[in-house]
Nanobody
Framework: VQLQASGGGLVQAGGSLRLSCAAS????????MGWFRQAPGKEREFAAA???????YYADSVKGRFTISRDNAKNTVYLQMNNLKPEDTAVYYC????????????????WGQGTQVTVSS
């Protein structure tokens, strides 16, 4: 599976961004898909995931502000990020496949390149 993420950028606090991740190489509709992020000096952390069946899962830190969705016809997963905060500043990574648990633990098989999101105060 190849993953191509896009949509990062610089935004002021309270603003919005939408990340996209285009996938190729396998039957997309069956894949779990997700987003992780890594802030400077910190470990990579889970942000959001969507199962092959369409169930959605979020980290507590983004719940209510971020929305993950997928368009199986376009082999693309999206992360709509609203009410962004400076602490959301990170490199965001798209991920696919693997194991997704209902308690939001997600262990993907495939990773895309990161896209930088910077939120200014």
């Amino acid at each position: 599976v190849q993953l191509q993420a896009s949509g990062g950028g610089l935004v002021q606090a309270g603003g919005s961004l939408r990340l996209s991740c285009a996938a190729s190489g396998r039957t997309f509709s069956r894949l779990h898909m997700g987003w992780f992020r890594q802030a400077p000096g910190k470990e990579r952390e889970f942000a959001a995931a969507i199962s092959g069946a369409g169930g959605t899962y979020y980290a507590d830190s983004v719940k209510g502000r971020f929305t993950i969705s997928r368009d199986n016809a376009k082999n693309t997963v999206y992360l709509q990020m609203n009410n962004l905060k400076p602490e959301d500043t990170a490199v965001y990574y798209c991920a696919a496949g693997g194991t997704l648990y209902t308690d939001s633990r997600y262990y993907p098989d495939y990773w895309g390149q990161g896209t930088q999101v910077t939120v200014s105060s």
